[in-house]
């Protein structure tokens, strides 16, 4: 009996033991498979590595925008205060800002180009000049070309005060009576001989005798050609003060002067007025315009001033009587 019941027990221990096993080379076997798989399986793909470029291209700088051409006048300014440094005898930086105010334009109100030819006169231009100091206006001259090397102070004075520069030939001559070449030196010789003492460039010419040849001219036709090539205008006037006639005196030239519409109704406000520089009557009669057209509200200014803040504004070649 005894021996009976230890077989019994022996019985399910090995089966166990059996089962066991048998699991355990399951284990294996699945794990064998696995491994002999993966030697025949195909390779992961390689990571390709990244393409070989070219340095980064430099992100290209911007180019500065072009400095905008200062307007006229911009260039205006900058050249009244370059000549007001120069020969304002102004002693300080105060005194230039004060001299640069006078200069001050304002488009919507009266102008009026006040225009003094033949000059200067040793005694007479001074005066107006110092008319236009008192009292912050500007002029122009147009002088003569043989006048320039007597007279610098004076042309120096002019500048710094703002006042213009034109020309009316070197001997005061009748371009009428000029060709072309003799033309050319004539008025060329002016330009030349201001622009090599100041660095002053002028813009505008006067006839002598208000005579520049009728239209269609060969007269005509060349000096127009050459103010075109040189940048210059040809400048007539609207009303004349007649201050060269015997018969008028200071009272007359100033009657003339302030007059809002002249014989022909034609107004003051936008007028180029012809004066000379060459008599005492003229530089008592501007003494006493000057204040009065001022009280009115008019600007006196250049007539290069007057012309840019016209309509019409400035172009080369053209004849101006006037600005609309």
């Known amino acids: 009996m005894k021996k009976r019941k230890k077989r019994k027990i022996a019985n399910p221990l090995r089966f166990a033991v059996g089962v066991a096993l048998i699991a355990l080379i399951l284990v294996l076997c699945v794990v064998l498979i696995a491994a002999i798989a993966g030697c025949f399986s195909a390779p992961a793909p390689a990571v390709e590595a990244p393409e070989e470029t070219s340095a980064p291209t430099a992100v290209p700088t911007a180019s500065p925008s072009p400095t905008p051409e200062p307007s006229w006048e911009e260039q205006r300014l900058s050249s009244i205060e370059h000549y007001v440094r120069a020969y304002g005898n102004c002693p300080d930086e105060a005194a230039i800002e004060a001299r640069m105010a006078k200069m001050a334009i304002d488009p919507e109100q009266k102008m009026v180009a006040f225009t003094f030819d033949d000059g200067p006169r ?39 005060l703002g006042c213009e520069i034109g020309n009316h030939t070197w001997m005061h001559t009748n371009i009428e009576e000029l060709s072309a070449s003799e033309m050319r030196e004539e008025i060329g010789k002016v330009n030349d001989a201001i622009r090599e003492r100041f660095g002053y460039t002028i813009r505008l010419f006067r006839p002598p005798y208000i005579k520049y040849g009728d239209k269609g001219s060969e007269t005509r036709n060349s000096l127009v050609a050459l103010m075109e090539e040189w940048n210059m205008a040809i400048i007539n006037h609207t009303r004349s003060t007649h201050d060269t006639y015997d018969s008028y005196n200071a009272e007359k ?4 002067g302030v007059a ?23 530089a008592d009669a501007f003494k006493r315009i000057v204040p009065e057209l001022l009280e009115r509200g008019y600007q006196l200014v250049t007539v290069s001033e007057l012309l840019h803040y016209s309509d019409d504004g400035f172009h080369a070649g053209w004849i101006y009587s006037s600005a609309k």
Do not use: P, W
Not at 132 to 142: A, I, K, S
Not at 253 to 256: A, E, G, L
Not at 260 to 280: A, F
């Open 122 to 160: 040793t005694g007479i231009t001074s005066q107006i000049l110092d008319v236009c100091e008192q009292y912050g206006v500007r002029v122009t001259f147009f002088i003569k070309g043989d006048n320039i090397a007597s007279h610098e102070e004076d042309l120096m004075r002019m500048l710094s």
């Open 253 to 256: 030239i100033y009657s003339r």
């Open 260 to 282: 809002e519409t002249d014989e022909l109704g034609k107004t003051l406000s936008g007028s180029i007025i012809l004066c000379h520089d060459k008599q005492q009557k003229t």
